[in-house]
Every structure is written in C-alpha cells, then in structure tokens.
C-alpha cells in the first residue's frame, strides 16, 4: 500500500475504539463505530480509526482513546 499524504485543516486525531460485547453474536462494526463517534464532539477531525472487538461477558462496554494524530507514530501520512 502506498501512502498518502493527509492535509488537516484543523488538527487531525487517531482514535481507538475498544468493543467489548455481552455476547458472541456478531454485531455489524459499521453501526457501533458510527454510535460511538456520533457521540463526541469534533468526531469529523478523526483521521485515523482503529477498532478492536471482543468478547467480554464480564464487563460489555465501549471504550473510546482519542489522540492526536502524530502522537500514535504517523506525521501527516495515512495508508491507502
């Protein structure tokens, strides 16, 4: 893959969404990821996204890590 250069008007952010479902049913990712962005303010920044699922019957939750673009390794780069 080669990559393409990202221009942020405004800062750009890497998020890392953590979903830990109740069952093994699987769930469509798309509705989650779109559920959970919704919710934060400034969700349209996000330039890179990566999301984790698992199973977790003990502690079902959506956990959501925000940071700045360049703080997870990346300046300015993203893969196509």
Do not use: W
């Amino acid at each position: 893959m080669a990559a393409a250069s990202l221009t942020c008007t405004r800062s750009c952010l890497s998020a890392f969404a953590h979903l830990g479902f109740s069952t093994k049913r699987f769930a469509d990712l798309d509705n989650f990821n779109k559920l959970s962005l919704d919710a934060l303010t400034g969700d349209s920044q996000i330039a890179r996204l990566t999301i984790l699922r698992e199973y977790d019957k003990a502690k079902p939750r959506i956990e959501i890590n925000v940071a700045p673009f360049a703080a997870l390794g990346a300046v300015n780069t993203i893969a196509d």
